[in-house]
């Protein structure tokens, strides 16, 4: 099975930084493509939103409210995401959620979202 294992969350002042990381395992064989690499954050009452995103390509898209203090990144072998979080504000605490989305060789053609598990993030003094 397909699984995302992420890390580096926790609790950090406001200004301060964090780092979050996601590892790919269990693609061999399973996934055909990848169209994206992303990390999403939900916070308590709210719907789960789009944060930042990744391309195989490099290309990247980031939330307006995120955008010039986070930098997403993937390592060579495409398996893996990092977001690094800088300036963080008591807004952006939420529970973070990697997600895969990408392709199978069993239905190369429809594209399917994997998720982590979540990793909780609070910015608070």
């Known amino acids: 099975q397909v699984q995302l294992v992420e890390s580096g969350g926790g609790l950090v002042q406001p200004g301060g930084s964090l780092r979050l990381s996601c590892a790919a395992s269990?693609?061999?064989?399973?996934?055909?493509?990848?169209?994206?690499m992303g990390w999403y954050r939900q916070a308590p009452g709210k719907q789960r939103e789009l944060v930042a995103a990744?391309?195989?390509?490099?290309?990247?898209n980031y939330a307006d409210s995120v955008k010039g203090r986070f930098t997403i990144s993937r390592d060579n072998a495409k398996n893996t995401v990092s977001l690094q979080m800088n300036s963080l504000k008591p807004e952006d605490t939420a529970v973070y959620y990697c997600?895969?989305?990408?392709?199978?060789?069993?239905?190369?053609?429809?594209?399917?979202?994997?998720w982590g598990q979540g990793t909780q993030v609070t910015v608070s003094s």
């Open positions: 997600a895969l989305v990408g392709s199978t060789y069993k239905y190369p053609a429809i594209k399917e979202t994997y």
């Open positions: 269990g693609t061999s064989g399973i996934i055909f493509s990848i169209n994206f």
């Open positions: 990744i391309t195989s390509g490099g290309s990247t």
